[in-house]
């Protein structure tokens, strides 16, 4: 079974810009998580999705957003991008929304300059 | 407010000695926690899980403690080899609501020396 994938893997943005990240799920998995990752705050959560709602939302600002189609796939958007959003992006999928063992996919390392 | 905490930020063993990584944490309402083992550019790959109705849970080489009246968890990994040598996140979950949700601590660097 493929596992999680995320798309793009690495991406380079300017300040003031928005940017999409897309995660495919393990098939048959229904639920959805985004964290964040940089070297001072660690993993942090971002929110979960299951059956295209969120369930969960972490304390990051309203720029931060996300959706999950009915195929279970997700996206993420940042916009009016800061450098302090560069970090490693990192998508989880569960097969339930009460499992509690999520699977990473490799992540988008994203860059704001 | 750091709810999960791993205060030892590396360590580094012998190969074929026991690894044990430990993870302190402060909500009381965490019943279920997991780590992770994070090799650089790839993401987290789950290990091994427990349940706080549980004090121990083994697969394998590993194996995973709770002491729920400390709030302390601990993995141990016998032998250890070179290829472990990784970061280790140690993860809780279970907030009533919130599965979906895995509060993480800052991570060990596990290095196995040959």
């Known amino acids: 079974k493929a596992g999680v994938t995320q798309t793009p893997r690495y991406l380079i943005k300017t300040r003031g810009q928005q940017v999409t990240l897309s995660c495919s799920p393990i098939?048959?998995?229904?639920?959805v998580s985004w964290y964040q990752q940089t070297p001072g705050q660690g993993l942090q959560f971002l929110f979960e999705?299951?059956?295209?709602?969120?369930?969960n939302k972490g304390n990051f600002p309203g720029r931060f957003s996300g959706r999950q189609f009915s195929n279970s796939r997700s996206e993420m958007n940042v916009s009016t991008l800061e450098l302090g959003d560069s970090a490693l992006y990192l998508c989880?999928?569960?097969?339930?929304?009460?499992?509690?063992?999520?699977?990473f996919g490799p992540g988008t390392r994203l860059t704001v300059t | 407010d750091q709810q999960v905490k791993q205060n030892s930020p590396s360590l580094s063993v012998q190969e074929g000695r026991i690894s044990i990584l430990n993870c302190d944490y402060t909500n009381s309402m965490f019943d279920y926690f997991l780590w992770y083992k994070k090799y650089p550019a790839e993401g987290p790959t789950f290990l091994i899980s427990i349940s706080s109705i549980k004090d121990k849970n083994e697969d394998g080489r590993f194996t995973v403690f709770l002491n729920k009246s400390a709030k302390h968890l601990s993995l141990h990994i016998v032998p250890s080899q070179p290829g472990d040598s990784a970061v280790y996140f140690c993860?809780?979950?279970?907030?009533?609501?919130?599965?979906?949700?895995?509060?993480f601590g800052q991570g060990t660097t596990l290095q196995v020396k040959p």
């Open positions: 993860a809780a979950s279970g907030d009533a609501g919130n599965t979906g949700k895995l509060i």
């Open positions: 989880a999928s569960s097969l339930l929304a009460d499992s509690y063992e999520q699977y």
């Open positions: 999705y299951f059956s295209e709602t969120q369930r």
């Open positions: 098939s048959g998995h229904r639920s």
